[in-house]
Each structure stands twice: as structure tokens, then as C-alpha cells.
């Protein structure tokens, strides 16, 4: 399969207007202040999934992507309490997850261990994984890193709607500026009462910021990323700031 992908077409018409990086994180954290509290897990610890896309698209900026993603996991194990599962696609209908792990740096080491391979989206499998979860299990949130959507949108729409109504807020992160995968990551974010950040060369330090304080908020609540946010200060501090 070629590296660009064509999305599946879309009903909402014309790509979004551009708009900084400064107001994307701005707009990002304002949509993380309306979303509920953490759910906990059994035995009260934090439980977090965290999904992506590994098809071919993707290879140009994978190895930054995975060294960015295994930072997040690092920050965890400073507080603790935070079981993370590991769910990625690629290739011809492979869609696997991981065992859930109490020591995120066991998922970091996996995840440096997968490679991208050609195939379509499968955003679809990823969201009835979360929706299934979480039935069974509480889930304090989810993460989803992707540049593509080659599905049927009201479909995937339909499957966040249900994962809102259990508590799952999905934080969604597009690498790109693909219009039709904008606005259904935008949806998918809305309808779980999660939050949207499109990703750029030059975002990798708020990437590696807001992904830690997502999982710290995951681990410990509003508590743990107050302890975080005057260690790291920034990006972290203006979480703690949206979340009040």
C-alpha cells in the first residue's frame, strides 16, 4: 500500500480553517476542563488505554512518535497506580491489544517493538475495544494517535456515544492536517467528552507534556497532576488550571 491515504468521504463538507499551534493547545485544554472526573479500576488504580495506528502512513515520523509516547509512560511510574493497555492496527485486519500492565515501562518496551505495515484504518475495532473494556472494567480514559480515517464516520460516531455513556473520555491526536480525519477525531472526542490536539513538527514538546499529564490525571487524579504540574510546570500547569 502507498504511504498517503484516501479517507472515506465525509458529510460535514470543507476541510477546518487553520489555526495555530498556540490556540490548538489552548482549545485542546479547554475541552480537557469539561470532562468528568477519573473513573478508577478495581482496587482503586487508574486504567488507561492507549491506541495507535501503526499502518505504513505513519512510518515518516514513527520512531519520533514512539519515543514521545514511551516518555509518557516514564512519568507514571513516579506516582504509580496506573494500569495501561496497549492497542494498535495495521497491515491486512490486524488489530491487537496487550495485556493490561502495572509497570508502564513494560508497554513502552513493547510498543518500541512494533513496526508500521501497510493496510486501512481501524478505528472502528479500536473504539468497540474501549466500549467493551469498560463495560466490563472502569476506564479512566483512553488515548487514540492517528492521521487517518477510512471508515464510515456515523458509525464511528456511534460507537463514542456509547463509550460517553460510560464515562471513557478519549483524547485524540492527529498527526497531519488531513480535513476529513480532523472533523472525525473532533467528533470522537465531543461525543466521549474527551479532547482534540493536532500534531505538527514543531509539537513534539507539548506532545510529550500533555500525553504525561493525561496519564498522571489517569493515574492519581486531580492530586497526582497538581504534584506533577509544579514539577514540570508548563503545559502541565495549565492542564491543572483548565481542570478546576
Not at 472515506?8 to 489555526?19: D, H, L, R, S
Not at 493496510?119 to 466500549?131: D, E, P
Request: neutral net charge; hydrophobic residues 40%; contains cysteine.
Amino acid at each position: 500500500m502507498a504511504t498517503g491515504k484516501s479517507n472515506a468521504p465525509a458529510k460535514t463538507g470543507t476541510a477546518p480553517t487553520e489555526i495555530s499551534q498556540a490556540e490548538d493547545i489552548s482549545s485542546f485544554l479547554e475541552q480537557v476542563k469539561r470532562m468528568p472526573p477519573a473513573e478508577r479500576g478495581a482496587g482503586g488504580r487508574g486504567r488507561l488505554i492507549f491506541a495507535m495506528d501503526a499502518t505504513m502512513s505513519r512510518q515518516p515520523s514513527w520512531d519520533r512518535a514512539l519515543q514521545i509516547q514511551s516518555e509518557m509512560f516514564i512519568e507514571t511510574e513516579k506516582i504509580g497506580g496506573l494500569d495501561v493497555q496497549l492497542v494498535y492496527f495495521r497491515g491486512f485486519n490486524e488489530c491487537r491489544a496487550s495485556k493490561w500492565a502495572s509497570e508502564p515501562s513494560t508497554l513502552a518496551q513493547l510498543m518500541t517493538g512494533v513496526d508500521c505495515r501497510g493496510g486501512n484504518t481501524q478505528i472502528g475495532k479500536v473504539l468497540s475495544h474501549i466500549r467493551r473494556a469498560a463495560s466490563e472494567n472502569k476506564i479512566s480514559a483512553a488515548v487514540y494517535v492517528g492521521d487517518a480515517m477510512e471508515e464510515n464516520v456515523d458509525r464511528l460516531c456511534q460507537t463514542a456515544g456509547e463509550i460517553g455513556l460510560l464515562n471513557v473520555p478519549i483524547f485524540m491526536f492527529q498527526e497531519g492536517r488531513d480535513g476529513v480525519t480532523e472533523q472525525a477525531f473532533r467528533e470522537i472526542a465531543k461525543l466521549t467528552r474527551g479532547a482534540y490536539f493536532r500534531l505538527d513538527a514543531s509539537s513534539a514538546r507539548q506532545l510529550r507534556e500533555l500525553l504525561a499529564a493525561v496519564a498522571v490525571y489517569a493515574a492519581g487524579g486531580r492530586q497526582a497532576l497538581a504534584d506533577h504540574s509544579r514539577e514540570k510546570g508548563g503545559t502541565a500547569r495549565l492542564l491543572l488550571e483548565q481542570l478546576r
